[in-house]
């Protein structure tokens, strides 16, 4: 059985652009990996074709079957969270090991102030 997780200080999950993100990546697995990395990911979700760009991925070197290792990620200017009636951005920082089919994740707003924007509803 595996165990990977993500803990971000108290918990905080709503950032400014151009702020960085701090934490620690930590996994409990039965072997050691032969890779293990942390990914910075934004994907649209709603109606139409789906967009997802890795915009940073950190490696973690020399991987154990139990280990725990703080990150830091400086966030991009943009694009910023948003949700509309028709599509939505999110990001999502994503810890991934190989060989394995488990992640951990957690999602993230990157918008001014913390705030995802709310696009207005078009009226017909």
């Not at 079957?65 to 009636?85: H, M, T, V």
């Amino acid at each position: 059985m595996s165990n990977l997780q993500l803990q971000l200080p108290d918990g905080r999950t709503k950032f400014s652009p151009g702020e960085a993100i701090t934490g620690t990546a930590s996994w409990q697995v039965g072997n050691p990996p032969t890779k293990a990395e942390l990914s910075l990911i934004w994907a649209t979700r709603g109606k139409g074709t789906q967009d997802l760009e890795i915009v940073e991925t950190i490696p973690f070197s020399d991987p154990q079957a139990r280990d725990s290792r703080p990150f830091r990620i400086k966030l991009p200017e943009a694009p910023y969270s948003f949700s509309g009636q028709l599509i939505s951005l999110l990001w999502t920082l994503e810890l991934n090991l190989d060989p394995g089919d488990e992640c951990a994740s957690v999602e993230v707003v990157i918008a001014p102030g913390g705030k995802e924007v709310a696009l207005p509803r078009i009226k017909p």
